[in-house]
């Protein structure tokens, strides 16, 4: 079973930045489709950012543009580098692993990390 440690959340102001950390441990990152999701009070989680094993990523409208993902295969970490934030960007993130259909849509694996939270407010 895969381990994740999300990491890199805080404060920040509108307009601000932040990169997020995520560690997998007990899989062969490398081989691994990879992705962010956030979920705010009350709302469901939802996608926000994947990086596939081949290195080409997807991010949900929203975020284009403003967000980055990306993986360090060797350190078995994903990276969100996140700027221009936004206060509707408030949310708690989430990295998995995730499982793609032959129609291209992904699925995270059943089991969560902790999360890390993201404020974003004056």
């Not at 062969?28 to 996608?47: I, L, T, V």
């Not at 700027?83 to 949310?91: C, G, I, V």
């Not at 499982?99 to 992904?106: F, I």
Request: charged share 15%.
């Amino acid at each position: 079973q895969v381990q994740l440690v999300e990491s890199g959340g805080g404060l920040v102001q509108p307009g601000g930045s932040l990169r997020l950390s995520c560690i997998a441990s007990g899989s062969d990152f490398s081989m691994n489709h990879m992705g962010w999701y956030r979920q705010a009070p009350g709302k469901e989680r939802s996608f926000v950012a994947a990086i596939n094993s081949d290195n080409s990523t997807r991010y949900t409208y929203s975020v284009k543009g403003r967000f980055t993902i990306a993986r360090a295969n060797t350190k078995n970490t994903v990276y969100l580098q996140m700027t221009s934030l936004k206060p509707e960007d408030t949310s708690m993130y989430y990295c998995n692993v995730l499982g793609m259909s032959v129609g291209g849509s992904y699925s995270a694996a059943a089991s969560w990390g902790q999360g890390t939270q993201v404020t974003v407010s004056s």
